[in-house]
C-alpha cells in the first residue's frame, strides 16, 4: 500500500471514529471537545488539543532507540557544563520544523512507516504548526523531531518534504532550584530574572521542551497576563486539568510580587513587561529547557553578569 493510499485510510479511519464519538457524547449531553474560545485559564493553562484517544501514540510505538535519544538529550553531559559555565543549554544551531501541509504526518521510524499520529495545521489557536528538530542529517528523506503530546519525551519522524526548516538563536533556562528564567539570543543573555513556578504537589516538569504556541490573552489584567507561550512539555503528576491534559506554559500574571516563589499547578509565571517581550521576540519553536541541577546558574551569578534584569 502506497503512502497516499495510508493517509487516505488513516484520514477516513479518524473521521469514522470521531463522528461516533461525537454522537455518542452527544447522546450523554457533553461536548466532544472544546474549541479554543471555551477553554478555561481561569486557574492554570491546559490544552485540549490533544484530548482525543485517537491521537496519541500507542505504546509500542517508541523504541528503545528513540527513548534513550531522549534520555541522553536530557542528561547530556555537555549541556551540564555549558550552564555550569553560565551558557545557553543548547549548542547550536537550533532546527526547526513548520509544517507546509494541512496534515502533518508523523511516523516511528525513519523508514517513514507504522504511521500512528498526525498533526493539523494550523494549530487549535491559529498559529502555524512548529515542531523542534533533533535529527535532520542522518536520513536524506526523513526528519526526526520532538513532539507536543503527553507523556513527554516521545519523538517521531517526518517527512522532509511535509516541512520547511529554519535555525534560530534564542532559547531559553528555566531554574528550578533558583526559580528563576534566563533567555539567549545565541551567546548573548537577554533577560535574567526571579519567576513562578511549580509547587512541590504540583511541579515543573524538568526537560528539554519548545515554545509551539502564542496565545494572546483577551483580558491582560486576569491571572495569565497578555499572552501565554504554550510549550510542548505537560504536568507529570496531573492527570488532567480543566477539562483537558495538563499543558505547561510560560504565562503572565496579575500577582507580579509573588516572583521567585513556587505558587503554581506546573507552569512557570513573569511579569506581564516581560512576557510581552518575550512573546514579541522568541519565535516558535524556542527551545525551553527546564532543570533542577545546582549545576545551573543562579539569579545571582547572571544578574552580576548583566546588570540585573534586561528586556530586549
Not at 70 to 88: F, K, M, Q, W, Y
Not at 129 to 156: C, E, M, W, Y
Not at 265 to 277: K, T
Amino acid at each position: 500500500m502506497d503512502l497516499g493510499t495510508r493517509r487516505a485510510d488513516l484520514r477516513f479511519g479518524r473521521t469514522l471514529t470521531a463522528v461516533i464519538a461525537v454522537s455518542v457524547l452527544t447522546l450523554a449531553g457533553c461536548r466532544s471537545r472544546q474549541e479554543p474560545d471555551e477553554l478555561r485559564f481561569d486557574t492554570e493553562f491546559s490544552s485540549a488539543e490533544n484530548t482525543e484517544s485517537v491521537e496519541t501514540f500507542p505504546d509500542q510505538s517508541l523504541s528503545a532507540d528513540l527513548e534513550a535519544i531522549h534520555a541522553a538529550e536530557s542528561r547530556n553531559e555537555s549541556i551540564v557544563a555549558r550552564l555550569a559555565a553560565g551558557e545557553p543549554p543548547i549548542a547550536g544551531p537550533i532546527e526547526v520544523a513548520t509544517a507546509l501541509e494541512a496534515d502533518v504526518f508523523v511516523f516511528v521510524n525513519a523508514a517513514l512507516t507504522g504511521e500512528s499520529q498526525w498533526f493539523p495545521n494550523p494549530t487549535q489557536f491559529g498559529g502555524p504548526r512548529v515542531f523542534r528538530v533533533l535529527d535532520s542529517t542522518t536520513h536524506p528523506s526523513a526528519i526526526q523531531i520532538s513532539l507536543p503530546i503527553k507523556p513527554n519525551g516521545q519523538t517521531g519522524w517526518i517527512s522532509r518534504d511535509a516541512v520547511d526548516l529554519s535555525s534560530i538563536e534564542h532559547q531559553v533556562l528555566v531554574n528550578l532550584e533558583h526559580d528563576s528564567v534566563t533567555v539567549w539570543d545565541g551567546d548573548k543573555v537577554m533577560t535574567h530574572m526571579p519567576a513562578v513556578t511549580g509547587t512541590a504537589w504540583t511541579p515543573t516538569p524538568t526537560g528539554i521542551f519548545y515554545m509551539r504556541d502564542v496565545i494572546r490573552r483577551n483580558n491582560p489584567d486576569g491571572a495569565y497576563g497578555s499572552h501565554i507561550l504554550a510549550l510542548s512539555g505537560y504536568s507529570e503528576v496531573l492527570d488532567s486539568f480543566a477539562g483537558g491534559l495538563p499543558a505547561i506554559a510560560i504565562h503572565g500574571t496579575n500577582k507580579p510580587d509573588t516572583m521567585g516563589q513556587e505558587r503554581s499547578n506546573g507552569c512557570v509565571r513573569l511579569p506581564n513587561e516581560v512576557i510581552e517581550q518575550l512573546a514579541d521576540n522568541l519565535p516558535l519553536g524556542t527551545p525551553v529547557t527546564i532543570v533542577s541541577s545546582t549545576t545551573s546558574p543562579g539569579f545571582g551569578q547572571l544578574s552580576d553578569r548583566v546588570g540585573g534584569r534586561r528586556l530586549f
